[in-house]
């Protein structure tokens, strides 16, 4: 079992690398564009904060609800159950903003980075 400290900055980590990673996603599909790249706007950046809060918050509460010797026993070295199901939570988070939000096609490699920043952030820091 792991204190809910530790399970809060894993929730941090994974926020802040998924806003980030989305935020940079964003910019980056703006460079590679044949239009001239425009600033980011404001409600973009938004969005990939929310995203990362979404994520952050997904793994937050899943791993305070999973923090039991079965989840966290690990079968393969260094890598239990609950950090393995971060990751579909974690997408499942992000996927529920950008469904609300109808960006849901726009963001959906946010989503996905959202899975591999949980699925690391988890199996490194807990």
């Not at 918050?57 to 199901?85: E, F, H, K, Q, Y």
Request: charged fraction near 10%; avoid cysteine; aromatic fraction near 4%.
């Amino acid at each position: 079992m792991f204190p809910a400290w530790q399970i809060a900055l894993t929730s941090l980590i994974t926020a802040i690398l998924t806003a980030a990673l989305a935020g940079a996603t964003m910019v980056l599909r703006r460079a590679d564009s044949s239009k001239p790249a425009p600033s980011p706007r404001t409600g973009q950046m938004l969005d990939a904060l929310l995203i990362g809060l979404a994520a952050g918050l997904g793994v937050l509460l899943w791993r305070l609800g999973a923090n039991v010797p079965t989840l966290n026993d690990d079968p393969i070295p260094g890598v239990s159950p609950a950090d393995v199901l971060s990751a579909p939570v974690a997408f499942v988070a992000a996927g529920v903003y950008t469904g609300l939000r109808g960006a849901s096609e726009r963001w959906a490699a946010a989503q996905a980075l959202a899975a591999l920043v949980a699925l690391v952030v988890n199996i490194v820091t807990i």
